[in-house]
């Protein structure tokens, strides 16, 4: 690899990105930079743990400036400059004026399931009572020991406590519906509002979507968003790899508008229960928001399910196996598979699916998928396909599910109350006449595909360029075109698996062309010219020429070399 990293005029290997730009190790001077897009927040990635990554938001304003007029104080005053939880001095102490409700508070605006957060240690007293409205609960706390006393409300799911030493703690309640305000008010025990002159200290208020509260982030006047934000470039580890790839997917939406929370939302079939948020098992986000779908005392299907069209369905959902073992899944008429969730996962499944699958994805747990190609008209969710005798503990755990149109599973999309689009993606380098080969010159390609006619290019015109990557057909293409006509055209005997990883190598020279695959040479053309030089500007994941055939995968690294390497340089280049 280092002589031709040495020869290489552009090397993308992904390793260092921000929103929109996704970084060249050559050129040095960050002119062959490649500028990414996605354009929506709801993409998610596997991190370098092995964790799902997800966008964080924090919907609050002002979040710790609690004197704004963001927040609206009732009866009560608020003091800054307090000792906080964090070691610096952005703590308040919120102290009762009067008699009555004394609270502060803050208008909202948003529906679905979400977290309402604050930190907080006792002051002159030590209870404090959350309130949200729209979406209606009311929990108390103590505390002097991060205790629930007593938790209320329509909407109401949970409520948490977490211990971040020297007397604070962060307090969470969790909702479902139409948030319209959260209020916070300061106590000297349950039921009993702080008197005149007395109250606690509180710092750092959140409210994002999702089963848990994420971590803090800090707002002024608008909401602040974190994590896997609009087009920055997903930087995959998926399959437990030790080393990223960029992921490219095409646009799909997740037609389950609830993906994590699954009671309320899903109906209810043999009188399971659920344990949301289960402390037994962290989920493949590697935090405490998975459930527990536990068996009714029924002999009979345990299984929760949405009634649903989506056409061509794929049907995904992480789970992990607890006092069972199994999962099914269905869509459309009786079509099911049933996943045994130990080792490296086994499936079991009637006709009429056309593609069903299983992947370990770490600490026990599996993500499954079914497909079909009729319309589903539901998504069904089991502890097993057929009947089975519950005891009302006894379940597996779950996370994550998807319903999406397409004939293969693409990565997680959360949803939060309604359903959710990833768009699609793509990736561009341009003006790069200095870098690119236009009489001679060699592309080189690692990656996985996920579909067929998919392409990555060079390009000068959309009627010029080299393009490399699938045919409709299922095998892999090497295509060199000049003003319109092919001088090279040269396809694998091969066929094309998807989701299995390529080494691809193109060469070009007027009557020299050669294109090689993993290590071997799969064919030549010994007939044809190359480009006038300074046409070559621009590397991108589709051909311009081949609009409807953009690259969706897993790329490892490009290479581009200025000069035709020699026969022996891409036999190893391509070796794996």
Same mark, same amino acid.
Request: aromatic content about 12%; charged content about 15%.
């Given at each position: 690899?280092?002589?031709?990293?040495?020869?290489?005029?552009?090397?993308?290997?992904?390793?260092?990105?921000?929103?929109?730009?996704?970084?060249?190790?050559?050129?040095?001077?960050?002119?062959?930079?490649?500028?990414?897009?996605?354009?929506?927040? *709801?993409?998610?990635?596997?991190?370098?743990?092995?964790?799902?990554?997800?966008? +964080?938001?924090?919907?609050?304003?002002?979040?710790?400036?609690?004197?704004?007029?963001?927040?609206?104080?009732?009866?009560?005053?608020?003091?800054?400059?307090?000792?906080?939880?964090?070691?610096?001095?952005?703590?308040?102490?919120?102290?009762?004026?009067?008699?009555?409700?004394?609270?502060?508070?803050?208008?909202? #605006?948003?529906?679905?399931?979400?977290?309402?957060?604050?930190?907080?240690?006792?002051?002159?007293? %030590?209870?404090?009572?959350?309130?949200?409205?729209?979406?209606?609960?009311?929990?108390?706390?103590?505390?002097?020991?991060?205790?629930?006393?007593?938790?209320?409300? $329509?909407?109401?799911?949970? #409520?948490?406590?977490?211990?971040?030493?020297?007397?604070?703690?962060?307090?969470?309640?969790?909702?479902?519906? #139409?948030?319209?305000?959260?209020?916070?008010?300061?106590?000297?025990?349950?039921?009993?509002?702080?008197?005149?002159?007395? $109250?606690?200290?509180?710092?750092?208020?959140?409210?994002?979507?999702?089963?848990?509260?994420?971590?803090?982030?800090?707002?002024?006047?608008?909401?602040?968003?974190?994590?896997?934000?609009?087009?920055?470039?997903?930087?995959?580890?998926?399959?437990? =790899?030790?080393?990223?790839?960029?992921?490219?997917?095409?646009?799909?939406?997740?037609?389950?508008?609830?993906?994590?929370?699954?009671?309320?939302?899903?109906?209810?079939?043999?009188?399971?229960?659920?344990?949301?948020?289960?402390?037994?098992?962290?989920?493949?986000?590697?935090?405490?928001? =998975?459930?527990?779908?536990?068996?009714? +005392?029924?002999?009979?299907?345990? =299984?929760?399910?949405?009634?649903?069209?989506?056409?061509?369905?794929?049907?995904?959902?992480?789970?992990?196996?607890?006092?069972?073992?199994?999962?099914?899944?269905?869509?459309?008429?009786?079509?099911? /598979?049933?996943?045994?969730?130990? $080792?490296?996962?086994?499936?079991?499944?009637?006709?009429?699916?056309?593609?069903?699958?299983?992947?370990?994805?770490?600490? %026990?747990?599996?993500?499954?998928?079914? #497909? /079909?190609?009729?319309?589903?008209?539901? !998504?069904?969710?089991?502890?097993?396909?057929?009947?089975?005798?519950?005891?009302?503990?006894?379940?597996?755990?779950?996370?994550?599910?998807?319903?999406?149109?397409?004939?293969?599973?693409?990565?997680?999309?959360?949803?939060?109350?309604?359903?959710?689009?990833?768009?699609?993606?793509?990736?561009?380098?341009?003006?790069?006449?200095?870098?690119?080969?236009?009489?001679?010159?060699?592309?080189?390609?690692?990656?996985?595909?996920?579909?067929?006619?998919?392409?990555?290019?060079?390009?000068?015109? +959309?009627?010029?360029?080299?393009?490399?990557?699938?045919?409709?057909?299922? *095998?892999?293409?090497?295509?060199?075109?000049?003003?319109?006509?092919?001088? /090279?055209?040269?396809?694998?005997?091969?066929?094309? *698996?998807?989701?299995?990883?390529?080494?691809?190598? %193109?060469?070009?020279?007027?009557?020299?062309?050669?294109?090689?695959?993993?290590?071997?040479?799969?064919?030549?053309?010994?007939?044809?010219?190359?480009?006038?030089?300074?046409?070559?500007?621009?590397?991108?994941?589709?051909?311009?020429?081949?609009?409807?055939?953009?690259?969706?995968?897993?790329?490892?690294?490009?290479?581009?070399?200025?000069? =035709?390497?020699?026969?022996?340089?891409?036999? !190893?280049?391509?070796?794996?």
């Amino acid at each position: 690899m280092s002589n031709a990293f040495d020869k290489a005029s552009l090397v993308m290997l992904p390793h260092a990105y921000e929103e929109g730009k996704l970084y060249s190790l050559k050129p040095t001077d960050r002119s062959g930079d490649f500028t990414f897009s996605r354009g929506t927040d *709801t993409a998610t990635r596997v991190n370098e743990q092995g964790y799902i990554e997800k966008e +964080t938001v924090n919907l609050l304003l002002q979040s710790n400036s609690f004197s704004d007029a963001a927040w609206t104080k009732n009866t009560t005053s608020v003091t800054s400059g307090q000792s906080g939880y964090d070691g610096t001095n952005d703590a308040w102490l919120l102290n009762s004026t009067g008699t009555g409700f004394p609270r502060i508070q803050q208008s909202i #605006s948003t529906s679905g399931v979400f977290v309402f957060s604050v930190y907080a240690k006792p002051a002159t007293d %030590g209870f404090m009572l959350i309130r949200t409205f729209g979406a209606d609960a009311q929990v108390w706390f103590d505390l002097s020991d991060g205790s629930i006393s007593t938790e209320t409300g $329509g909407q109401y799911i949970s #409520s948490t406590t977490e211990d971040v030493g020297n007397g604070w703690y962060r307090y969470s309640v969790l909702v479902n519906g #139409s948030l319209t305000s959260v209020r916070i008010y300061p106590a000297s025990a349950y039921g009993v509002y702080s008197p005149s002159g007395n $109250g606690i200290y509180i710092q750092d208020a959140m409210i994002n979507p999702g089963l848990v509260s994420q971590p803090y982030l800090d707002t002024t006047t608008a909401p602040v968003y974190g994590g896997l934000t609009d087009n920055m470039p997903r930087l995959d580890y998926s399959k437990g =790899a030790t080393c990223p790839s960029l992921l490219l997917e095409p646009s799909r939406t997740n037609s389950l508008g609830q993906s994590e929370y699954f009671d309320g939302y899903y109906a209810n079939f043999g009188g399971v229960s659920f344990d949301i948020n289960t402390s037994e098992t962290l989920s493949p986000e590697g935090l405490y928001n =998975a459930t527990k779908l536990i068996s009714s +005392t029924n002999n009979t299907q345990q =299984a929760i399910y949405k009634n649903i069209t989506v056409s061509t369905p794929t049907l995904t959902c992480y789970a992990k196996a607890g006092e069972f073992d199994t999962l099914a899944l269905k869509v459309s008429g009786g079509a099911f /598979a049933n996943f045994t969730l130990t $080792g490296n996962g086994s499936i079991g499944y009637s006709p009429g699916l056309s593609a069903k699958s299983i992947e370990p994805v770490g600490n %026990g747990w599996y993500r499954c998928s079914v #497909s /079909a190609t009729t319309n589903s008209s539901y !998504a069904w969710i089991a502890i097993d396909s057929g009947n089975l005798q519950g005891d009302g503990t006894s379940g597996i755990y779950i996370y994550g599910a998807q319903l999406e149109s397409g004939s293969y599973p693409t990565s997680y999309i959360p949803t939060y109350g309604s359903m959710q689009t990833r768009a699609a993606e793509s990736f561009s380098a341009t003006g790069l006449a200095n870098y690119l080969g236009d009489s001679e010159g060699t592309i080189f390609i690692e990656g996985e595909q996920f579909q067929n006619a998919s392409l990555v290019s060079i390009i000068e015109t +959309t009627n010029s360029g080299v393009s490399m990557g699938v045919t409709g057909g299922n *095998t892999f293409i090497f295509n060199v075109r000049v003003y319109g006509t092919n001088q /090279a055209d040269i396809q694998s005997g091969s066929i094309f *698996t998807a989701n299995t990883n390529f080494k691809l190598a %193109g060469k070009y020279k007027t009557n020299d062309f050669e294109f090689f695959k993993d290590g071997a040479s799969v064919g030549t053309d010994t007939s044809g010219t190359t480009f006038v030089n300074g046409d070559l500007i621009t590397i991108q994941s589709n051909s311009s020429f081949a609009a409807d055939q953009p690259f969706y995968g897993r790329i490892k690294q490009i290479l581009v070399f200025p000069e =035709a390497l020699s026969y022996a340089e891409c036999i !190893a280049l391509t070796q794996n």
